[in-house]
């Protein structure tokens, strides 16, 4: 999706995001990239504020974007974002269980996948 893994934070316990002047935020997250306020380590682009995805007691993650940032980090951006993930889980756990792992992913970024075992 663009970020590099040194780009990401991950944190146990909910960290505040910060906005593009560097003032902190209300909203916190567990997972976090950083905007225009943390200098010299602005991954989002422009003058963009923090990137955040927070835990949630059922264990989802609720994503806070500001209104700036929203028209490129929407909601196609978001599902695109799922489905990338949903693969690379899919892809670790096949792996551990031994499946070979075909993709196929669509013009509209749609992703498709197809597992074989050996055994089979």
Do not use: C, P
């Amino acid at each position: 999706m663009g970020f590099k893994e040194h780009q990401i934070e991950v944190f146990e316990e909910a960290q505040q995001l910060k906005g593009y002047h560097g003032d902190f935020r209300s909203q916190r997250a567990h997972v976090r990239i950083k905007g225009s306020g943390w200098s010299g380590q602005n991954y989002v682009g422009g003058a963009s504020n923090d990137l955040g995805w927070e835990r949630q007691s059922d264990g989802t993650f609720a994503f806070h974007v500001s209104d700036y940032d929203v028209s490129k980090h929407n909601k196609t951006w978001q599902d695109h974002l799922s489905q990338y993930y949903a693969a690379e889980v899919i892809y670790e756990i096949a792996e551990e269980r031994g499946f070979s792992i075909e993709e196929e992913i669509e013009e509209n970024g749609e992703i498709y996948i197809k597992a074989y075992h050996s055994a089979y």
